[in-house]
């Protein structure tokens, strides 16, 4: 263990010196991968010294109680038991720290949330779910962006989808992918029934073109005049686009843009994220015999969480986890409930370690 993290401490300095060579500094690119790298391992190496330092410690306290001092002896029973616990829970952050990142998690983000059962009430449900996730982006200090929306006119949404741009985005957020469900007396109900509806989330991580190659003749790219708002600009010029990528089935479309050049760049960026996350639930589901994730964020169909207002209450069906603190939950503080899901991933891919 010890010569394992004396090699991650090594490669910290040799980086650290590496960020005060002139030659390097005068490479932008250069210093952006190195100050990443140094990022990723700088917490794993303050737990890495802590460590090396309480097994000395250890090992000094062992040499002292073999000696005659007995005024020494008497301290070293004392700090060991101590220092031996501060050493197992050191041990066991480490553990944590150690496990491969996913190379995701710090990529940008393609959230889709579409309406399912319910009518109405899940397309109400869906503007909900966007508004927690907003103002979650907002307290994150993340930029959001709407790239494509589908309204019905009385506050909801039958789909939208919008990027976000932020530090660990895909990290935090790549846990809400599934079905919400949602249970209240609907706006429209007279009768005050509870009434059940969802919704579907996807969380993509952004593509670069260096992930994925999309070739111009796999495109179908039609035009079309924008519907909403957006004034008389959006109903003279066929500014939105729709692109069909053949091989797959997939299609895309966007109207947020003010031009068409604009559209066609959002609708790729779509598109690249969306083949991106098939290929990558293509390879989860192949390795699914192996190990089936509790918190698995490959299967889009699995009916994750459910929002009950008439008990104030929000489940988390994956982890059998509850909070009654819906209304601050939908205001945007899901960072417990993310913090949990983390947790229980951590402790899984621990066991298959």
């Known amino acids: 263990m010890i010569e394992k993290l004396q090699k991650i401490i090594d490669r910290f300095d040799e980086l650290e010196k590496s960020l005060a060579d002139p030659v390097i500094l005068s490479d932008n690119a250069k210093v952006t991968e190195i100050a990443k790298e140094r990022s990723s391992i700088e917490e794993i190496v303050s737990k ?22 007995e005024e020494l002896k008497e301290i070293a029973n004392d700090d060991l038991p ?54 979650f982006a907002e307290r994150s200090n993340w930029q959001l962006k709407v790239m494509d929306e589908n309204s019905i006119g009385i506050g909801g949404f039958k789909e939208i989808v919008f990027s976000i ?40 991580p952004e593509a670069e073109e260096a992930d994925i190659e999309v070739r111009n003749e796999d495109l ?69 015999e192996e190990r089936k994730s509790l918190v698995s964020t490959g299967d889009r169909s699995a009916k994750i969480r459910t929002y009950n207002f008439p008990q104030g209450r929000i489940t988390d069906h994956r982890i059998n986890y509850t909070v009654y603190q819906l209304e601050a939950m939908l205001d945007g503080d899901i960072s417990e409930m993310i913090d949990q899901l983390r947790i229980a991933d951590q402790q899984e891919r621990l066991k298959g370690e």
Do not use: W
Not at 239 to 264: F, M
Not at 272 to 281: D, F, K, P, V, Y
């Open 82 to 135: 101590l220092t031996e616990e501060k050493l197992q829970k050191c041990e066991e952050k480490l553990k944590v720290l150690l496990i491969p990142k996913d190379p995701n998690d710090d990529k940008n983000i393609i959230v889709e949330i579409r309406a399912g059962t319910g009518g109405d009430e899940a397309a109400l449900f869906v503007a909900d779910l966007f508004r927690m996730y907003a103002r």
């Open 165 to 204: 741009t932020g530090k660990g985005a895909y990290g935090k957020m790549k846990y809400e992918s599934g079905v919400h469900r949602v249970q209240r007396v609907p706006k429209t109900e007279a009768s005050g029934r509870v009434h059940t509806s969802a919704a579907t989330v996807a969380v993509l």
């Open 220 to 288: 179908k790219i039609d035009t079309y005049r924008a519907s909403g708002a957006g004034g008389q600009h959006v109903n003279k010029t066929e500014s939105a686009i729709r692109i069909t990528h053949l091989p797959t089935g997939i299609v895309v479309t966007c109207q947020d843009e003010s031009s068409q050049h604009k559209n066609r760049a959002t609708a790729l960026k779509v598109l690249r994220s969306r083949l991106l996350a098939a290929e990558e639930e293509r390879i989860a589901s192949e390795r699914a």
């Open 48 to 69: 890495a010294k802590e460590y090396i330092a309480l097994s000395g410690q250890i090992e000094e306290y062992r040499e002292i109680l073999k000696g005659d001092d």
